[in-house]
């Protein structure tokens, strides 16, 4: 069976040391990054060789969201940053939400080809202008307008045969500070939260989205804990009140917004004590042994179902793809989109 824990791996192939690790049974996952990509056949390779080593296979993810935040590039399509499709909302709603649509499954699609599982994607923070380290990652500041895109570019998602995972829940846009460096701290009121942020995730969740990121956010006048580490946010507002059935993921226990929950064993016990299915842990290999020790004799058969679920469903091999007028089509989407600022299109 899988474990509860997501690690990465150095290079472009496995070296003996990741064989062993990946083999542990406390690792469930193994996420990418572009330091283990050069080319779509080794990519493909690296991914045969990861789901090879275990059955049921490991899972294989990335964070493709596009704009500032693709892992993988040339041959896969440059894919627009999330603002790009709000901006095309606010004069085209319904070529918005196609173009949307499009895209997530070029970008499904073209992952799926080369074996990774699924993207830790959509965004769904509201861009209020003053978060650093989502910005342009945000489709918008409108909650029904990021509801919107989200759920067309997840409608394209599946249709690639892949699951989405909506982050950062609650929300991550209403703060400066950058929890990869500091914490950010968000004082506003349970109500103003519901209203406003969470608005997209229960609507995704209403779609049947099929995993959640929590944020390394702490809101003090709601919970003593960062969202991450909080029951209160993901058994009682998520699981409960939202009604929320599938995979929560943690968001890596290596940023800094988390240093203040101890060594990476006490935050990977506090993320999985507050209701988190499979914690990562990201570029620090040390840490990620610490964590698979820390967890080697975790049991939960119900998270263990949730997570088979995260595997890719269907794969088009790369020169079918390219053969295939949708391809050409979306491609075609995703450039017009990634025109330069100020660049004035259609959006017919």
Known sequence: MLGPVMIDVEGTTLSPEDVRVLTSPPVGGVILFSRNFESFEQLHGLCREIHGLRRPPLLIAVDQEGGRIQRFRDPFTRLPAARRFGECYARRPA?????????????????????????????LDLDRGVSRVIGDRSFAEDPLIVAELARAWTRGVHDAGMAAVAKHFPGHGAVAADSHLELPVDERPFADVWANDIRPFRMLIESGIEAVMPAHVLFPGIAAELAGFSRYWLQEVLRDRLAFPGVIFSDDLSMGATSGKGGYAARARAAVAAGCDMVLVCNHREAALEVLDALHDHEDPVSRTRILRMH????????ELRSDPRWHGATRLAGELDAPEGFELDFS
């Open 95 to 123: 070529a918005a939400k196609h173009r949307a649509e499009e895209v997530g499954w070029l970008m499904a699609v073209e992952l799926r080809a080369a074996g990774v599982d699924f993207s830790f994607a959509p965004v």
């Open 312 to 319: 890719g469903r269907l794969t088009m091999d790369m020169a």
